[in-house]
């Protein structure tokens, strides 16, 4: 069903919103479960921030999400999307909104096209013309194809043409490159860049460390329905303060490998005897990735 045309007073009010992201004390419990999946989580985005949700699977990360949308209103807390809190959320909410699930529903006896003409129906605000859209993740000369007989790499990058169509302020991506080859997943992260270089408030649910410290300001360690940690990839990754380094030298015509604390290799004898002699073959240092401090937070990876 269309949503109505916005009324000059809460369009106004609309776009006078924030585009912020504020989470407070947030518990969620499915109908019927034990215990809540989501746990006592508070965060904030500011507007043209990217910050992802990182996370193993079942750590509560589409859930969040979900909330975040306006999918469960059963949650407890408070989370304020666009100035408005998510349980009281009316059909105005998502027309400045983008929203690509990792598993997208569409109808499988349409195109490409009709599916995608269907869903603009659904929004009072103008609707890009979706071919450029698709030309740019490969499917426009499948355009007029039935999208029941899509692969599902195809159908990722068609829910993902089909949240940026109304050219929303707020796009929640769920795993988006998910499923993908790498030459359609870097096309994909390159969109993605490109709506942040627009100034769009971003939130990427992903369990692929690379892509959040690609893409992301700030990632958000998820894992039993808990915020475990939250931070910028560098400042996360440096948290653990002395990194090593990792040095090889000439001795006795053979190359020896060593390694020291960053903070202790003006004192390493091996490593200021092969500088002195000119025998030092190569330095590099060790920093963290991004899995490495989740595991080292959490106790747990991130597949």
């Given at each position: 069903?269309?949503?109505?045309?916005?009324?000059?007073?809460?369009?106004?009010?609309?776009?006078?919103?924030?585009?912020?992201?504020?989470?407070?004390?947030?518990?969620?419990?499915?109908?019927?479960?034990?215990?809540?999946?989501?746990?006592?989580?508070?965060?904030?985005?500011?507007?043209?921030?990217?910050?992802?949700?990182?996370?193993?699977?079942?750590?509560?990360?589409?859930?969040?999400?979900?909330i975040l949308t306006g999918v469960f209103r059963q949650y407890r807390g408070k989370v304020q999307v666009q100035g408005l809190e998510v349980k009281n959320r009316t059909n105005i909410f998502y027309e400045n909104i983008g929203v690509d699930f990792e598993f997208p529903n569409f109808y499988g006896k349409f195109s490409a096209l009709e599916n995608l003409k269907f869903f603009a129906s659904l929004y009072a605000t103008k609707i890009?013309?979706?071919?450029?859209?698709?030309?740019?993740?490969?499917?426009?000369?499948?355009?007029?194809?039935?999208?029941?007989?899509?692969?599902?790499?195809?159908?990722?990058?068609?829910?993902?043409?089909?949240?940026?169509?109304?050219?929303?302020?707020?796009?929640?991506?769920?795993?988006?490159?998910?499923?993908?080859?790498?030459?359609?997943?870097?096309?994909?992260?390159?969109?993605?860049?490109?709506?942040?270089?627009?100034?769009?408030?971003?939130?990427?649910?992903?369990?692929?460390?690379?892509?959040?410290?690609?893409?992301?300001?700030?990632?958000?360690?998820?894992?039993?329905?808990?915020?475990?940690?939250?931070?910028?990839?560098?400042?996360?990754?440096?948290?653990?303060?002395?990194?090593?380094?990792?040095?090889?030298?000439?001795?006795?015509?053979?190359?020896?490998?060593?390694?020291?604390?960053?903070?202790?290799?003006?004192?390493?004898?091996?490593?200021?005897?092969?500088?002195?002699?000119?025998?030092?073959?190569?330095?590099?240092?060790?920093?963290?990735?991004?899995?490495?401090?989740?595991?080292?937070?959490?106790?747990?990876?991130?597949?």
């Amino acid at each position: 069903m269309r949503t109505s045309a916005l009324p000059d007073a809460d369009e106004r009010n609309f776009h006078e919103m924030t585009k912020r992201i504020a989470v407070q004390d947030v518990y969620l419990q499915y109908p019927g479960a034990k215990q809540d999946t989501i746990k006592g989580i508070s965060f904030e985005v500011e507007q043209g921030e990217i910050l992802g949700f990182l996370g193993p699977s079942g750590a509560g990360k589409s859930t969040l999400q979900k909330i975040l949308t306006g999918v469960f209103r059963q949650y407890r807390g408070k989370v304020q999307v666009q100035g408005l809190e998510v349980k009281n959320r009316t059909n105005i909410f998502y027309e400045n909104i983008g929203v690509d699930f990792e598993f997208p529903n569409f109808y499988g006896k349409f195109s490409a096209l009709e599916n995608l003409k269907f869903f603009a129906s659904l929004y009072a605000t103008k609707i890009s013309d979706p071919m450029p859209l698709l030309e740019r993740v490969g499917l426009h000369l499948d355009a007029d194809k039935k999208v029941g007989d899509y692969s599902k790499g195809m159908k990722m990058r068609l829910g993902f043409v089909r949240c940026l169509l109304h050219n929303p302020e707020l796009l929640f991506l769920d795993e988006p490159t998910s499923g993908l080859d790498p030459a359609n997943a870097r096309t994909l992260k390159d969109m993605i860049a490109e709506q942040k270089s627009m100034g769009k408030t971003i939130i990427l649910t992903t369990h692929n460390m690379h892509d959040a410290e690609e893409l992301c300001d700030r990632v958000a360690f998820i894992v039993d329905g808990k915020l475990a940690a939250c931070g910028t990839p560098r400042s996360l990754r440096q948290s653990d303060a002395d990194a090593k380094v990792e040095f090889c030298y000439l001795a006795d015509g053979r190359e020896v490998r060593s390694d020291c604390l960053l903070s202790a290799l003006g004192a390493s004898d091996a490593f200021q005897s092969a500088l002195r002699s000119g025998t030092l073959t190569s330095i590099h240092s060790k920093e963290q990735s991004l899995e490495d401090v989740f595991i080292a937070i959490t106790g747990r990876g991130l597949q």
